[in-house]
C-alpha cells in the first residue's frame, strides 16, 4: 500500500493526482448543488443554439451541426471529443491518465535509473495524455445519445402547417387546434375571422402568427391543398 501512494504522489502521477482530485471536488459540489451541471460545465458544439428572439418555443426539431467552431470547442471534434458536456470529457481525462501513469509509476519508472527518471517521466507523462486521448473518444462515444441538444421550433415556424380543429366554434375570440409533429400534437390558440365553416375535427390551414396575443389565424383548407 505504502508502495502504491508513493507511486501515486510522485511524478508523473502526481500531475494526474491532482487533477483527478480537483474533478472529484467538482463532481461533489454537483452532487450537493453548489455547482450547475448542466449549465456551468457545458461545450455547446452539438447543435446550433435556438433562435432567441422568437416570441416563444413550442417543440424541438432536429441537430444542428457543427459549423464556425473554433478554439476549444474546435479541439475536441477534430479529437472525438464532443457531443457530451466538457465536465465528463476532463473527468474521462483524468482518470484515463491517472490510471495510466500509476501503472507506469508502479511497473516502469522503477526499472529506470534515477539520473533519467524525471526524463522518462515527462515521457510517460506525455503518452499518457496522448493515450487518455484516444481513450476518452472511444468512451465518450456510447455517451453522446445522452447529451443530444435539440434545436426549438419557433412559433412563426408553424405559420403554412396544416393543424386539426379541436373546439366546437373558431371565431375572433375563441379556438384551440393540434398540430401534430412527430407524431405528438401540439395544442395551440387559434382564431379565424367570423362567419367561417370550421368545426370540430376540420382540418385547416395555419396562415398567420399573432405574437401579441399569442394565438395563430387559421382558414379553411382552400380545395387545392394537398
Not at 375571422?193 to 399573432?210: F, H, K, M, Q, V
Request: glycine share 12%; charged share 15%; net charge negative.
Amino acid at each position: 500500500m505504502s508502495s502504491l501512494f508513493a507511486a501515486l504522489t510522485s511524478f508523473p502521477a502526481v500531475v494526474y493526482t491532482v487533477l483527478l482530485g480537483v474533478v472529484l471536488v467538482y463532481w461533489l459540489l454537483a452532487i450537493i448543488g453548489l455547482v450547475d451541471f448542466e449549465a456551468g460545465a457545458d461545450v455547446d458544439i452539438g447543435a446550433d443554439a435556438a433562435d432567441a428572439g422568437d416570441a416563444g418555443d413550442v417543440g424541438d426539431a432536429g441537430d444542428g451541426g457543427p459549423e464556425g467552431l473554433s478554439g476549444l470547442a474546435a479541439w475536441l471534434v477534430a479529437f472525438g471529443l464532443n457531443g457530451v458536456p466538457f465536465s465528463i470529457v476532463v473527468s474521462l481525462l483524468a482518470l484515463v491518465g491517472w490510471f495510466l501513469t500509476g501503472m507506469a509509476s508502479l511497473t516502469l519508472l522503477p526499472l529506470v535509473p534515477d539520473a533519467l527518471r524525471w526524463a522518462v517521466g515527462a515521457g510517460v507523462l506525455l503518452a499518457a495524455a496522448a493515450l487518455s486521448i484516444v481513450i476518452a473518444a472511444q468512451l465518450v462515444r456510447p455517451m453522446r445519445g445522452l447529451f443530444v441538444t435539440h434545436r426549438a421550433i419557433s412559433n412563426a415556424a408553424l405559420v403554412g402547417q396544416v393543424c386539426k380543429v379541436l373546439t366546437g366554434v373558431v371565431d375572433e375570440r375563441q379556438g384551440r387546434a393540434e398540430v401534430a409533429q412527430r407524431g405528438a400534437g401540439i395544442n395551440i390558440r387559434v382564431w379565424a375571422p367570423a362567419p367561417n365553416s370550421l368545426r370540430r375535427g376540420d382540418a385547416a390551414l395555419i396562415t398567420e402568427y399573432d405574437p401579441a396575443r399569442q394565438r395563430y389565424r387559421i382558414d379553411a383548407l382552400p380545395p387545392d391543398h394537398a
